[in-house]
């Protein structure tokens, strides 16, 4: 995650001992960055920092500074694995953030590029996912085959809400207010639409009331 979060990018240089496991040097080699590895210190086996300076060029995007018992810099990595004092049964972690400006990112991030941290924040109505084929990444490393018939219009007309509680009143009616507009537009496409084989079939399979049941 933190290697997506600070964007890094082919040919970008990140500083790191060569004395860590090898987690550390893959988040970053996968995105295509060069790692400059720096000697540690006999008496902490952690890495010499007299000798980052001079290691730091116009292409160092990151120092990686590994070592045990807290955090430093703008983004801190834990380990939660089986084998810690502090573990989660597997392979879980967390990351700790020292800078606003990455926050939001972060977020989008550890939502799998969505930003769905934000709807759950507070009480609102949204739209469902967004087609994958019209979102940057999907424009960029893919492409739509075939007639879009049905992906983009069912998205844009189903209404995903969140679950809460303590809903207030104004909520309340706010959510039932779209939830109503949605199947009336439904209906209404619906029967202006040539009622061939095909379209029997999605009307078959996704009709209102089995979208409702999803949300």
Do not use: W
């Amino acid at each position: 995650m933190a290697a997506i979060i600070l964007n890094i990018q082919k040919e970008d240089e990140i500083i790191m001992p060569s004395y860590t496991f090898v987690s550390t040097a893959n988040a970053f080699a996968l995105r295509g960055a060069k790692i400059i590895f720096i000697d540690i210190r006999p008496d902490t086996l952690n890495i010499n920092e007299n000798l980052i300076e001079s290691a730091i060029t116009k292409k160092t995007k990151a120092i990686v500074v590994i070592h045990y018992g807290g955090s430093i810099g703008h983004i801190g990595c834990l380990s939660f694995h089986s084998t810690k004092n502090l573990t989660s049964g597997g392979e879980g972690g967390a990351i700790l953030i020292n800078d606003e400006s990455l926050i939001e990112r972060a977020e989008i991030v550890r939502e799998k590029g969505t930003n769905r941290a934000s709807l759950i924040k507070g009480i609102n109505v949204t739209q469902h996912y967004v087609p994958l084929h019209l979102s940057p990444a999907g424009i960029k490393f893919g492409k739509f085959f075939g007639v879009d018939t049905h992906t983009s219009y069912t998205s844009e007309n189903l209404v995903r809400l969140p679950l809460f509680f303590n809903l207030n009143k104004e909520d309340q009616q706010n959510i039932i207010y779209n939830v109503h507009k949605f199947v009336d537009t439904y209906h209404s496409v619906g029967r202006a639409l040539d009622c061939d084989s095909s379209r029997r079939g999605f009307e078959s399979h996704q009709s209102p009331k089995n979208i409702l049941r999803y949300i």
